[in-house]
Nanobody
Framework: QVQLVESGGGLVEAGGSLRLSCVAS????????MGWFRQAPGKEREFVAA???????DYADSVKGRFTISRDNAKNTVYLQMNSLKPEDTAVYYC??????????????WGQGTQVTVSS
């Protein structure tokens, strides 16, 4: 089992930045891919970004060029740097991890989520 705990959410004005963190514990050696998803009120959860071991990343078109995903394997932590935030980025952001080569779906492990609110 793998446990994931997100942090770093909050309230920010449009154009601002936030950095989300997700710390993994448990069977972390088994993790191949870590990702971020988000769910806005009344909408389905959607893919945001993913990072694979030992390298490679994928981004949703809506965040490409604004968000950056990174991973510190020594700390079992994945980050999501979010710049140029827009009100439409408002959502609960979830961290996910999987031992397989998943990218945009099929993750086995999920965190509880952290709220990001972008004011206009």
């Amino acid at each position: 089992q793998v446990q994931l705990v997100e942090s770093g959410g909050g309230l920010v004005e449009a154009g601002g930045s936030l950095r989300l963190s997700c710390v993994a514990s448990g069977r972390t050696f088994s993790i191949y891919t870590m990702g971020w998803f988000r769910q806005a009120p009344g909408k389905e959860r959607e893919f945001v970004a993913a990072i694979m071991w030992p390298g490679g990343a994928d981004y949703a078109d809506s965040v490409k060029g604004r968000f950056t995903i990174s991973r510190d394997n020594a700390k079992n932590t994945v980050y999501l740097q979010m710049n140029s935030l827009k009100p439409e980025d408002t959502a609960v952001y979830y961290c996910a991890a999987d031992p397989g080569r998943v990218v945009r779906s099929g993750y086995a492990y999920w965190g509880q989520g952290t709220q990001v609110t972008v004011s206009s």
